[in-house]
């Protein structure tokens, strides 16, 4: 298995476990709730069961933001290897690694730490079309691309 492989299977294991985490919670909360219909009435229970109704959607739309995120990483072929940098490209720079693909933020790999980046955040857009030997420059800083994977 490649660098970039291995990668993009840590990325979708992270995705997985996020879900299943907020999904967790989720059953928790739905559980919790349904115990606290059977015991309490009046303004104050109802007030709680807005509250926990609200929780409920945030988790829900959490889930499905990561869900799309997993969709987005199932169309990435990690074997593809390009010249410059698009969707699917993992990149070494001066600065550090980035795997563009979906903004979940830093992944570990054998003690190395690989930024998740979205194609469309700013720096992700900086790195576009970028070849090894170029350089770009965001925020300021100077960034060299070392390789393109």
């Given at each position: 298995?490649?660098?970039?492989?291995?990668?993009?299977?840590?990325?979708?294991?992270?995705?997985?476990?996020?879900?299943d985490e907020i999904q967790n919670i989720l059953d928790d909360l739905l559980l919790s709730g349904s115990r606290d219909a059977?015991?309490?009435?009046?303004?104050?229970?109802?007030?709680?069961?807005?509250?926990?109704?609200?929780?409920?959607?945030?988790?829900?739309?959490?889930?499905?933001?990561?869900?799309?995120?997993?969709?987005?990483?199932?169309?990435?072929?990690?074997?593809?290897?390009?010249?410059?940098?698009?969707?699917?490209?993992?990149?070494?720079?001066?600065?550090?690694?980035?795997?563009?693909?979906?903004?979940?933020?830093?992944l570990t790999f054998k003690e190395q730490v690989i930024f998740a980046i979205n194609p469309e955040a700013p720096f992700g857009?900086?790195?576009?079309?970028?070849?090894?030997?170029?350089?770009?420059?965001?925020?300021?800083?100077?960034?060299?691309?070392?390789?393109?994977?």
């Open positions: 298995m490649t660098l970039k492989e291995s990668i993009h299977q840590v990325l979708r294991i992270q995705l997985k476990f996020r879900i059977k015991s309490s009435a009046g303004d104050k229970h109802e007030t709680g069961v807005a509250m926990a109704q609200l929780e409920q959607e945030k988790l829900r739309y959490q889930i499905y933001e990561f869900q799309k995120m997993e969709e987005i990483v199932q169309k990435i072929n990690p074997s593809n290897m390009n010249s410059k940098i698009n969707l699917g490209s993992l990149v070494q720079t001066d600065k550090g690694w980035f795997y563009i693909s979906v903004g979940l933020g830093s857009k900086a790195l576009i079309e970028k070849e090894k030997g170029d350089s770009i420059y965001f925020n300021g800083v100077e960034s060299n691309v070392l390789q393109v994977l």
